[in-house]
């Protein structure tokens, strides 16, 4: 079976300096906010063009920091906040405890944010995303957008838009975390502030944030320090997978869903398909685990189809029925990549 990731092959690969660094990490008997979180985050923010990162438990987490942050500072109860309704739930999931006036946009034909004009209007907060790891338009740079970077902060240079960004290390992304993670990357120097005062009950100088308890672990830090050292190469990886693929579904009855190749992080490598559902089940017969991202759009599920969105005719409804993620890891050998691919062209091609 090819699997869909490749944590375990990678763990091979980093198993002498992860474990070095756990050791390291248990013997200084410094398990949190020590220097390995330090260090991380000083590489997090260089990384991204930005003065500041924070360490979070997760890309949820500092999501809803981000939200709960913009209520503060707006003062005023009526915020609103576009959202695309092809993503993941936790983009939405990240509002609704602070806020339920939601529109919810449509996808382009490539899944992504279909409006173009990230000019928000007064009290209206873009969220952003760049799904599957495709960039966020570089002109972009507005206040009251937020990115959830989750799939695509390593596109386009790492360079960031808006007020801030939130990103997540769950063992699915390209820089994997052994478990959960997240972070926030912003310029602003009050959210920073805010954001570190907060994830931490209130302590700092804040004295008027209850807070909550949203940190990572100086383990984390220390094993993301390992894996941020073989990052570009990775990347280097998936993006020649990807041109493999690219290359071998030209002119075929295959559509990826990429538009801008150059810029994209190959967080997910999907692909447009005919008659969907029969692949994929042929695919999993050829021991080729692949996967939906996503099967419907948000406002497809009943929680989330009370706020205005496109309707079931629209683009992202179609387009989930169309869609199947296939391996991108940077531990695929060539020959799975060749197999994979020969297999893809043969059930599309009947």
């Keep these: 079976m090819i699997s869909f990731f490749g944590l375990d092959r990678q763990y091979v690969n980093l198993k002498e300096e992860l474990l070095e660094a756990t050791d390291n990490v248990l013997s200084s008997g410094q398990l949190m906010t020590g220097e390995h979180t330090e260090a991380f985050e000083l590489?997090?923010?260089?990384?991204?063009?930005?003065?500041?990162?924070?360490?979070?438990?997760?890309?949820t987490q500092a999501l809803e920091m981000i939200v709960h942050y913009l209520f503060r500072v707006n003062h005023v109860p009526d915020l609103h906040f576009d959202v695309p309704t092809l993503t993941f739930p936790a983009t939405i999931n990240a509002i609704l405890n602070k806020s339920k006036s939601i529109t919810l946009i449509d996808s382009d034909v490539?899944?992504?944010?279909?409006?173009?004009?990230?000019?928000?209007?007064?009290?209206?907060?873009?969220?952003?995303?760049?799904?599957?790891?495709?960039?966020?338009?570089?002109?972009?740079?507005?206040?009251?957008?937020?990115?959830?970077?989750?799939?695509?902060?390593?596109s386009n240079d790492c360079k960031r838009v808006g007020l801030a960004a939130a990103i997540s290390f769950d063992p699915t992304k390209n820089l994997?975390?052994?478990?959960?993670?997240?972070?926030?990357?912003?310029?602003?120097?009050?959210l920073h502030c805010w954001v570190k005062s907060h994830q931490n009950h209130g302590k700092g100088n804040a004295e008027d944030i209850l807070g909550t308890n949203s940190r990572m672990s100086e383990l984390d830090c220390a094993h993301l320090l390992v894996r941020s050292n073989y990052i570009d190469d990775w990347?280097?990886?998936?993006?020649?997978?990807?041109?493999?693929?690219?290359?071998?579904?030209?002119?075929?009855?295959?559509?990826?869903?990429?538009?801008?190749?150059?810029?994209?992080?190959?967080?997910?490598?999907?692909?447009?398909v005919d008659n969907r559902d029969d692949v994929l089940h042929k695919l999993r017969g050829d021991d080729i685990d692949c996967k939906i991202h996503y099967e419907k759009?948000?406002?497809?599920?009943?929680?989330?189809?009370?706020y205005k969105n496109p309707g079931l005719l629209s683009t992202a409804s179609s387009l989930c029925r169309r869609i199947i993620s296939l391996?991108?890891?940077?531990?695929?050998?060539?020959?799975e990549v060749e197999y994979i691919t020969e297999r893809v062209l043969h059930h599309t091609s009947h």
């Design 43 to 59: 590489w997090l923010a260089k990384k991204n063009h930005s003065k500041y990162a924070i360490t979070c438990h997760s890309g």
């Design 110 to 154: 490539n899944g992504q944010n279909i409006a173009h004009d990230y000019n928000s209007k007064i009290n209206t907060v873009r969220m952003v995303v760049g799904l599957y790891g495709e960039s966020i338009p570089s002109l972009v740079n507005n206040a009251n957008i937020i990115e959830d970077a989750a799939q695509h902060w390593l």
């Design 176 to 190: 994997p975390n052994s478990g959960n993670g997240g972070a926030i990357i912003t310029n602003d120097k009050e």
């Design 235 to 272: 990347q280097n990886r998936r993006r020649q997978i990807a041109q493999y693929y690219c290359d071998n579904f030209e002119n075929t009855r295959i559509r990826p869903l990429i538009r801008n190749f150059k810029e994209h992080s190959f967080q997910k490598f999907v692909i447009d």
């Design 297 to 306: 759009p948000l406002h497809e599920y009943k929680k989330y189809s009370v």
């Design 327 to 335: 391996p991108i890891y940077p531990e695929l050998k060539n020959s």
